[in-house]
């Protein structure tokens, strides 16, 4: 079977523009035209490549989910459903509100600002593109229909928030040692590039 061929290949100049884009980043994040030539001598930096680009193009779409809402006992449950590796057990469900019971079926989206951004500019930009911060059963909703995405990324849901002495956490799915992890991360905080914000279209 013959390899498919990529339009970029027949033009030079947007192939140009293409590694252009990507050495300056190198270059700005303290590498060198050594590190750049690996991306053509080793097949593994160029597959991790290739899945970040897929992942990147996959996160931008909206994820359709439907689910039921019974009472507490739904979190418990979700939890457990989700098949988390580890850090779970921490939480209760109790202490995060269900507001409503019932089927509910729901439009999420990844944030990604691919910056550092603290919590409040997070919650500012979320608010100034008309959509509204995942709560923790969306989180686990989507952890559970989604499975694979927390292992490239570390994704938060800043709609629910449990107020300790000298902070607040919210709840974050994430990666540990290649584990799936359902965690607590403090909330007051700046938040680097591998984050992205669960957020909820209105309806």
């Not at 970029?8 to 192939?15: C, D, I, K, R, T």
């Not at 779970?88 to 995060?96: K, L």
């Not at 989604?146 to 002495?165: D, K, N, R």
């Amino acid at each position: 079977m013959s390899r498919p061929k990529s339009q970029f290949l027949s033009s030079l100049g947007v192939l140009f523009e293409l590694f252009k884009a990507v050495t300056d980043r190198v270059l700005e994040k303290g590498g060198s035209d050594e590190d750049i030539a690996r991306i053509g001598k080793d097949p593994e930096l160029a597959e991790g490549i290739a899945k970040m680009i897929l992942a990147s193009c996959a996160e931008t779409k909206p994820y359709k989910i439907a689910f039921i809402v019974e009472s507490s006992r739904t979190l418990k449950k979700m939890i457990v459903d989700g098949r988390y590796d580890g850090g779970s057990s921490g939480i209760i469900a109790e202490e995060f509100p269900i507001e409503a019971t019932g089927k509910q079926e729901v439009v999420l989206e990844l944030l990604h600002f691919n910056r550092r951004i603290s919590t409040e500019d997070a919650l500012i930009e979320i608010e100034r593109r008309g959509l509204e911060p995942a709560k923790f059963i969306h989180l686990l909703a989507f952890g559970k229909h989604h499975p694979e995405l927390q292992l490239q990324f570390s994704i938060v849901a800043l709609g629910s928030v449990l107020p300790p002495l000298g902070g607040f956490r919210v709840p974050c799915l994430n990666a540990c040692s290649g584990r799936r992890c359902l965690i607590l991360e403090w909330g007051d905080c700046v938040w680097d590039e591998n984050y992205r914000f669960l957020v909820v279209h209105k309806s």
